[in-house]
C-alpha cells in the first residue's frame, strides 16, 4: 500500500496544533487544586476564611461542597474475582476525599481566582490541618499483619487475590521436570510524562444549561457516561466533552480523574468558564502510575528441555484507589502473555492485589505486559544457562509452530495467528547473529563486555469498541466520525487513507473527526493497540454502506436501474455507457451517508522477537545500547511509516523502563522521591541507537481485514532484550540477574559485590 506522510505535522511542526491549554479562552478563571502533603492522614479541618478574602478569589470549594451535591464515585469499568467469585473491593474514590487523605496529592481543595498567581496566593492562604497517620507503600507492608489500613471496607488491605490457570496441572508438571528454574523480579513503577500534562478548560451555555468541557483525554465517551451516570447525576445532554489534539497519551490519558469532573460541577456552580493545566511535579502527583509489581516465576523443563509449566506467585501495587481499568492491568494483562510465543502446556498465575498510601496505579503502554515478558524471557536465558544450552536453541525448540495456530495458550488466552518460527529466524539473520563472536572479541580486546540478548514477545490487543462510524459525504469532502482518539498516533492520516483507497476520493479532500459527545454520542476511546482494529474496520463497512447507498442515489440521478450501477475509482457508472457520476458530484446533487458499527474480534496477538547488543565498562558499569534489531508481524499494514513510528516510539518506552525509569518512594513517610524530571530519568536520543525494524505479515482471522496492533508491542519486548544483553555481558562476572531499571549504579554494584 502507499505510505502518505503523516497529515497532522504540518500542524503540529507550526505551532498550530489544538491541544488544551493553548484553547483556552483567556478570560476563563483560573483552578488550581490544593493537594495533600501527607500519604496518610485524617483532615482535622479546612479553614477558607483567610483565603477567601484574599484578591481575585472567587470560589474554594473542599469534599463538604461534593459531598453536599452528592458528587458519586470515580468507579472502575473492569474487574477480577477471586475464587469465590467476590468481586475485587472498590472503595469509595471520590472526586475529592471525605474526612482522610490516602496518598501524597489526594485532593482536598479546588481554588478558583481570577488568574493563576491568585489562586497560588490563596492556596497558600487556605489553612487545612491534619493528622499524619503511619502509611504503607509496599505491598508487604500493606499486606503485614496489623498493617495501617487505608480504607475500612477493605479488610487487610487487600484488593483482591486473584489467580488463572490449573493449579493441579501444573503442579503435576512440575513434579515430574527434570530441570526448574527460578527468578524472583520487581518491576518499576513508573510515571508517563507524556509533552502534554493533562489539562481542561470549560464553558457554560446558560440558556441550555449546558457545560462543555475541552480536556486532554484518550476518548470522551466513557467519561461522558460515567460523569453523567455515576458521578454528576445529571442528564446527558447537559454536558458536553471535547478532546481536540493531544500530546501523548499511552495509558493514563484515558481514566476518568477528578478534575474534569470537579471542573464541570464548579462551572454550573458559578456559571462561568474555568481552566487548569497540570503543572510537571504535579503530573507525578496526580496522573496514574504503571508496573509496580514483584514477582517469582518458575519454569520447568523435562530433560530434552522442552518447556512443561510456568508458575507465577506475584504482589501487584494498586495504590490508594481503584482506578478506570486497573484491576485486570497487571493480572489478566500478565496472563494473556505469560506464555509468550512458546509451547508451555500449563500455567498456573497467582495474585495478591493490595491497596497502598501511593498514587493510583492503571495502563501504562503495555498494560502489564513488559514486566509478564521481561520475567519469562529472563526465566528462559536462566534455564539456558543452568541446563547448559544455547538460549538460541532452547527458545528454537520451543517455539510455536505455524501449524499450532490459533493456540489455545494454558493461560486461557487463544493466540489468533502468528509464524514464530520466520520472526524468530529473521530477527537473528538480520542482527547477524553468526559475527557476534567476533564482535565479542573485539569489545573483550577494548576492556569491555559484550552481550547478546532475545525477546521473543506478544501483544493481546484490547480497548472498548462500542464504535458507530459515520462518513458524511458532502459536495467538497468527505467527513468520518469515530469514536477512537489520536494521541500521536496518526489516526487522520491512518483513517483517511483507508477511506481513500475504499471511495476513490484524494485523501486531501477527507476529513476525520473525534473527540466530542454532541456530534460523536458513541466511541470507547483509544487504547490496548487496537484503533485500526476498531475504527478501521468499521469504516470500511461504512464506505461499503456509501457504496450502496450511493449506487442507489446515482441510479435516480442517471435514471437507470441500480443493477446497472458500478462503482470504480470514486465514480458511479451505468455499465457499458459513458453515462456517470462523480461520489462527490452525487452528494452536490443529494447529500448523503454511510455508517456501521463495529462486527469484529477486538482480540489480536501481534508477535515479535527482538535481539539486542550492548557493551559494558565492567569498571564503571557504564552500558551501552549498541544496536538492536526488531521484527515485528502485525497483520496486514495501511503505512508502513505510521508503523515505523510506532516500533520506534514503543522501543524507546520499554528501553527506559528496562534502562532508567523508576519512580521511587520513601517507604516510611510515603513520598514520592522522583516527583520531577531532575529525578526521574528519561531516555534521551543518545541513549539509544538506530533502530532496525523488520516486519513479516500474518493477518488476523478476527477481523475481515487482518489487522493486528502495534503501538505496545516493542514496549513489551524491549525491557527483555535489554536485560539479557546486559546479563549476557555479565554473566562470565557471576551476575546471574539484575532488577529494572539496570543503571550504571547497579552494574556496577553487582559486580563489586
Same mark, same amino acid.
Given at each position: 500500500?502507499?505510505?502518505?506522510? *503523516? $497529515? ?5 511542526l507550526?505551532g498550530?496544533? $489544538? ?6 479562552p483567556?478570560d ?5 487544586f ?35 451535591? #452528592?458528587?458519586?464515585?470515580?468507579p ?26 490516602r ?12 488568574t ?18 503511619p ?13 495501617p %489500613? ?13 489467580s ?24 518499576? *513503577? ?8 493533562r ?19 484518550q ?70 502510575h ?21 508458575r507465577v506467585?506475584?504482589e ?15 493480572t ?32 501504562? *503502554? ?19 544457562r ?10 528454537? +525448540? ?10 489455545a ?28 563472536a567476533?564482535?565479542?572479541a573485539a ?33 467538497? $469532502? ?8 489520536s ?17 476513490? @476520493? ?5 476529513e476525520?473527526r473525534q473527540g ?5 454520542? *458513541?466511541?470507547g476511546?483509544? #487504547?490496548g493497540?487496537?484503533s ?13 454502506? @456509501? ?10 440521478r ?48 501481534p508477535?515479535?522477537v ?31 511509516? %505510521? ?12 528501553l ?40 513479516? @505479515? ?10 493486528? #496492533?502495534?503501538?505496545? +508491542?516493542?514496549?513489551?519486548g ?19 540477574? %539484575? ?15
Open positions: 500500500m502507499n505510505a502518505p506522510v *503523516r $497529515r497532522e505535522d504540518q500542524r503540529f507550526t498550530k496544533g $489544538r491541544y488544551a491549554d493553548n484553547t483556552a483567556a476563563a478563571l483560573a483552578v488550581l490544593v493537594r495533600s502533603p501527607h500519604a496518610h492522614a485524617q483532615i482535622v479541618g479546612i479553614d477558607r476564611t483567610g483565603a477567601l478574602a484574599m484578591p481575585g478569589v472567587v470560589a474554594i470549594y473542599t469534599a463538604e461542597d461534593t459531598a453536599a451535591d #452528592g458528587l458519586g464515585h470515580l472502575a469499568i473492569s474487574e477480577i474475582k477471586d475464587a469465590d467469585g467476590n468481586r475485587h473491593r472498590e472503595p469509595p474514590h471520590l472526586p475529592m476525599s471525605i474526612g482522610k487523605v496518598h501524597v496529592g489526594d485532593i482536598v481543595a479546588m481554588v478558583i481566582a481570577g493563576l498567581d491568585q489562586a497560588r496566593d490563596a492556596a497558600e492562604a487556605l489553612a487545612v490541618v491534619y493528622d499524619p497517620l502509611a504503607v507503600v509496599t505491598v508487604a507492608q500493606a499486606l503485614a499483619p496489623g498493617a %489500613l487505608l480504607h475500612d471496607d477493605a479488610p487487610g488491605n487487600l484488593m483482591c487475590r486473584w488463572k490457570g490449573d493449579a493441579a496441572a501444573t503442579d503435576a508438571a512440575f513434579a515430574e521436570a527434570a530441570h526448574v528454574t527460578t527468578l524472583s523480579i520487581r518491576s518499576p *513503577r513508573q510515571v508517563v510524562h507524556y509533552m502534554e500534562t489539562a481542561a478548560w470549560s464553558a457554560y451555555e446558560p440558556a441550555d444549561d449546558v457545560v462543555t468541557v475541552t480536556f486532554a483525554s476518548g470522551v465517551q466513557i467519561p461522558h457516561r460515567l460523569m453523567c451516570e455515576r458521578i454528576l447525576h445529571i442528564p446527558p445532554e447537559k454536558l458536553r466533552l471535547v478532546t481536540q489534539d493531544v500530546g501523548g497519551g499511552f495509558g493514563p490519558k484515558y481514566p476518568i480523574y477528578p478534575e474534569p469532573v470537579l471542573i464541570a460541577w464548579a462551572t454550573r456552580k458559578l456559571g462561568r468558564g474555568l481552566r487548569w493545566t497540570s503543572e510537571r511535579a504535579e503530573l507525578a502527583l496526580a496522573d496514574s504503571a508496573r509496580d509489581l514483584v514477582a517469582t516465576g518458575a519454569l520447568a523443563l523435562d530433560a530434552d528441555g522442552r518447556f512443561l509449566a510456568v506467585k506475584a501487584s501495587n494498586y495504590g490508594a484507589y481503584v482506578s478506570m481499568f486497573a484491576p485486570t492491568i497487571p489478566t494483562g500478565l496472563a494473556k502473555v505469560i506464555s509468550g510465543l512458546y509451547r508451555i502446556p500449563a500455567i498456573r498465575v497467582d495474585f495478591d492485589c493490595a491497596f497502598t498510601n501511593t498514587v493510583p496505579v492503571d495502563a501504562i *503502554r503495555g498494560a502489564g505486559k513488559p514486566e509478564a515478558l521481561f520475567l519469562l524471557e529472563r526465566l528462559v536465558d536462566l534455564a539456558a543452568e541446563t547448559g544450552r544455547s538460549a538460541i536453541e532452547l527458545r528454537r +525448540l520451543n517455539l510455536l509452530q505455524p501449524a499450532d495456530m490459533p493456540y495458550a494454558a493461560s486461557g488466552y487463544t493466540y489468533d495467528a502468528a509464524d514464530c518460527v520466520s520472526l524468530f529466524d529473521l530477527a537473528l539473520r538480520t542482527a547477524d547473529e553468526p559475527g557476534f567476533a564482535r565479542r569489545s573483550e580486546s577494548n576492556g569491555r563486555r559484550r552481550g547478546f540478548g532475545l525477546s521473543c514477545h506478544l501483544h493481546g490487543t484490547g480497548g472498548i469498541a462500542d464504535e458507530h462510524v459515520v462518513v458524511d459525504i458532502q459536495p467538497e $469532502r468527505l467527513v468520518a466520525r469515530l469514536g477512537t482518539q494521541q500521536g498516533q496518526g489516526h487522520e492520516t491512518v483513517f483517511a487513507q483507508l477511506l481513500s483507497q475504499a471511495l476513490g @476520493v484524494p485523501i486531501g479532500r477527507i476525520v466530542d459527545t454532541r456530534t460523536i454520542p *458513541r466511541g476511546g483509544t #487504547g493497540s487496537s485500526t482494529i476498531i475504527s478501521g474496520t468499521t469504516l470500511k463497512r461504512a464506505a461499503d454502506v @456509501v457504496i450502496q447507498r450511493g449506487r442507489d442515489l446515482a441510479a435516480e442517471l435514471e437507470t436501474s441500480s443493477a446497472d450501477i458500478a462503482f470504480r475509482d470514486g465514480v458511479f457508472e451505468v455499465v457499458g455507457t459513458d453515462r456517470r457520476i462523480g461520489l462527490l458530484e452525487l452528494a452536490a446533487w443529494k447529500p448523503f451517508s454511510g455508517d456501521a458499527v463495529f462486527a469484529d474480534k477486538i482480540e489480536s496477538y508477535t515479535g527482538m535481539a539486542c547488543e550492548v557493551e559494558v565498562d565492567p569498571d564503571t558499569g557504564e552500558i551501552v545500547l549498541d544496536r538492536l534489531v526488531a521484527v515485528a508481524d502485525c497483520g496486514v499494514v495501511v503505512n508502513p511509516r %505510521l508503523l515505523d513510528g510506532q516500533m520506534h516510539g514503543g522501543i524507546v518506552h520499554g527506559g523502563n528496562a534502562m532508567m525509569e523508576e519512580a521511587r518512594y520513601d517507604e516510611e513517610t510515603g513520598q514520592l522521591l522522583t516527583g520531577t524530571l531532575m529525578d526521574y530519568a528519561l531516555p534521551r536520543a543518545d541513549d539509544v541507537p538506530s533502530f532496525t525494524v523488520e516486519t513479516i @505479515v500474518t493477518p488476523s482471522p478476527n477481523n475481515f481485514l487482518g489487522f493486528k #496492533g502495534v503501538g505496545e +508491542l516493542p514496549t513489551n524491549a525491557p527483555a532484550a535489554f536485560a539479557n544483553a546486559v546479563l549476557d555481558a555479565l554473566a562470565p562476572l557471576g551476575v546471574r540477574h %539484575l532488577d529494572m531499571p539496570l543503571t550504571a549504579e547497579r552494574v556496577w554494584q553487582s559486580l563489586r559485590r
